[in-house]
């Protein structure tokens, strides 16, 4: 081979980038440009046979149409709303993601956070920490019992599915609205199938998110949604940020309308400091300060899930810069 292609990571990955030389590393250079905005990115990219990007940064039209040369952009994770992957095909640049490093472990964060809601467990750490109160479990009352309570699923993809296995196994009565899951997932998994989403909503003790962010679900929770919920309900997103409209959140709780909330993501990480939701988490004289749970777009994590996602990654760019057929491929 007369000259080496060259691979650039745009972000979130800094380190001494083993996992992705020992796959790349006899066709490519790889090299981390460590970007937290685009402009980061110039002058340092243009050049890349492929692309490895994150989630600290989009990459819009004018760092696409600067490429010369690049013949894939690979998401390293399942989402896929940073970058423009339109304009990437119409200049026959092939846009994958990498759908499956993570499953277990956002799953199982969904959860997680909804047993923690729940069950009382957050509130009541809040409230024993802080000496606010007696020593006694009735600060969360009342806590009902979970076994055929409505686990509501927005979006039945791999992430919801397995979120739906678990719930199922804690025996709640798991129904999902997607209207591009295939016919039969209902039947596949024992779960129930819901026509609509307002039919979901209305009958959910918990709604969780699992659906990418596409201009359908940009605040297919907001809420007008959150209205049609029963009195007392929970909403937990480990999906994308602007899936769920987070500011609308806080009032939700204020009123009663929700019991509590899960969020691992917001759509600006970190997020401002007088965004509604964190000024009402972070005031103690607000219900929100023990009734929401707010993660650092942490739910994918797991050391095992990092490595799966840089090796998934590495092998996607490999395939493409050796003329193999790809996998994943989102803007076919």
Not at 164 to 175: F, H, P, Q
Not at 204 to 219: G, I
Not at 295 to 324: Q, V, W
Request: hydrophobic fraction near 45%; proline fraction near 5%; include cysteine.
């Amino acid at each position: 081979m007369s000259a080496r292609f060259r691979v650039a990571i745009t972000d979130f990955i800094a380190d001494d980038l083993a996992p992705e030389r020992r796959i790349l590393g006899d066709i490519a250079d790889v090299v981390a440009l460590d970007a937290y905005s685009e402009s980061d990115l110039v002058g340092k990219i243009e050049n890349a046979d492929a692309i490895m990007l994150y989630h600290n940064l989009r990459i819009s039209s004018a760092t696409i149409s600067a490429l010369t040369n690049c013949k894939l952009i690979v998401r390293c994770g399942v989402g896929f709303d940073n970058v423009d992957r339109v304009l990437a095909r119409s200049k026959g640049i092939p846009v994958a993601n990498v759908p499956d490093y993570g499953t277990e472990e956002v799953a199982d964060s969904a959860i997680g956070l909804m047993l923690s809601l729940t069950r009382g467990i957050h509130m009541l750490n809040q409230r024993l920490q802080h000496g606010d109160g007696a020593w006694t479990y009735l600060h969360a009352a009342p806590i009902v019992r979970l076994r055929g309570r409505v686990f509501a699923i927005v979006g039945l993809g791999r992430i919801g599915a397995a979120t739906a296995l678990r719930a199922k196994s804690l025996g709640m009565d798991v129904a999902f609205y997607d209207p591009y899951a295939e016919d039969g997932m209902d039947k596949a998994l024992g779960i129930r199938r819901v026509e609509s989403l307002d039919a979901l909503l209305a009958q959910a003790f918990v709604v969780s998110t699992h659906c990418p962010l596409t201009p359908e679900t940009r605040h297919i929770i907001d809420a007008k949604a959150i209205a049609k919920m029963p009195n007392g309900s929970y909403v937990v997103n480990t999906a994308r940020g602007g899936v769920v409209d987070a500011t609308c959140i806080a009032d939700a709780i204020l009123s009663g309308k929700l019991a509590g909330a899960g969020i691992d993501v917001l759509p600006d990480e970190p997020p401002p400091a007088d965004h509604p939701l964190l000024v009402a988490w972070r005031d103690p004289k607000h219900p929100a300060y023990e009734r929401v749970i707010i993660n650092p777009h942490s739910a994918f994590y797991s050391e095992e899930g990092l490595l799966d996602m840089r090796i998934k990654g590495s092998e996607t760019c490999r395939r493409a810069l050796l003329g193999e057929p790809m996998r994943n491929v989102v803007n076919a």
